[in-house]
């Protein structure tokens, strides 16, 4: 059985940083591309970061680029997303999903979705 479980959100003032980590089991991890999307109350999923198999190919929205970073340890089955200059519209709960191939900024595309975790951005 597939299991994605997120970790690491909470409340953060605005300008703060946060780290999520994603770990996998029940799958190969080092063969799915793996993404981070997030949904504010009220509003779709939209789609955050993504990285390779590999971790050699990443791929941002555009309103995260510069701020944060995505990264995966095929060693530990896990895959992270380093967040700072929080802004409070970024204020959701945010997913981990897994993709039998390539990187992609699809939702539709992914395999596996975990249950997420909420982040609070106040201001």
């Known amino acids: 059985q597939v299991q994605l479980v997120e970790s690491g959100g909470g409340l953060v003032q605005a300008g703060g940083s946060l780290r999520l980590s994603c770990a996998a089991s029940g799958l190969t991890f080092s063969r799915y591309a793996m993404g981070w999307f997030r949904q504010a109350p009220g509003k779709e999923r939209e789609f955050v970061a993504a990285i390779s198999w590999s971790g050699g190919n990443t791929y941002y929205a555009d309103s995260v680029k510069g701020r944060f970073t995505i990264s995966r340890d095929n060693a530990k089955n896990t895959v992270y997303l380093q967040m700072s200059s929080l802004k409070p519209e970024e204020t959701a709960l945010y997913y981990c999903?897994?993709?039998?191939?390539?990187?992609?900024?699809?939702?539709?595309?992914?395999?596996?979705w975990g249950k997420g975790t909420l982040v609070t951005v106040s201001s």
């Open positions: 999903a897994a993709n039998y191939g390539g990187i992609t900024s699809h939702s539709y595309g992914m395999n596996y």
